[in-house]
């Protein structure tokens, strides 16, 4: 599938870290349960893009292939222990609690958790679904 063209050098990722939780969280995003993610900032420093308010990126589904363009509404940097219930809510993956314990996991399979660790917390809204053949 080819993009188009306002989307040909925008940056793509996938959320999550295996091709499971990409598309469950890609399905999040479609349906408009998830409006925010957040990753550590120690990714960041280490040559992931930082996010940009009003920059749009293309998300690609558990298989590498383009499904969505969202763009950033709002980046802030917080611990994680300073990450409220709204923030969390908003992530798509259900109450704090649960967002908690995830992103515990996510983190101590991904370099390391902390309840200190600096978070880049991003909103972002759909603004694009690409056409993909299942």
């Known amino acids: 599938m080819s993009l188009p063209p306002e989307y040909a050098t925008a940056h793509h990722f996938q959320f999550g870290d295996s091709p499971e939780l990409a598309d469950d969280l890609l399905a999040r995003v479609l349906s408009g349960q998830k409006t925010a993610t957040c990753g550590a900032l120690r990714d960041i420093e280490a040559g992931e893009p930082m996010p940009q308010v009003g920059r749009r990126d293309v998300v690609l589904d558990g298989q590498g292939r383009p499904a969505c363009a969202i763009e950033t509404t709002d980046v802030t940097i917080r611990r994680f222990c300073d990450v409220d219930d709204a923030f969390a809510v908003a992530e798509g993956e259900g109450p704090y609690e649960a967002w908690r314990d995830g992103h515990i996991r996510f983190f ?6 902390h309840p200190d ?18």
């Open 117 to 134: 660790m600096e978070l880049v917390c991003e909103r972002f809204r759909l603004v694009h679904i690409f056409e993909r053949k299942l």
């Open 108 to 113: 101590e399979r991904n370099g390391g958790f």
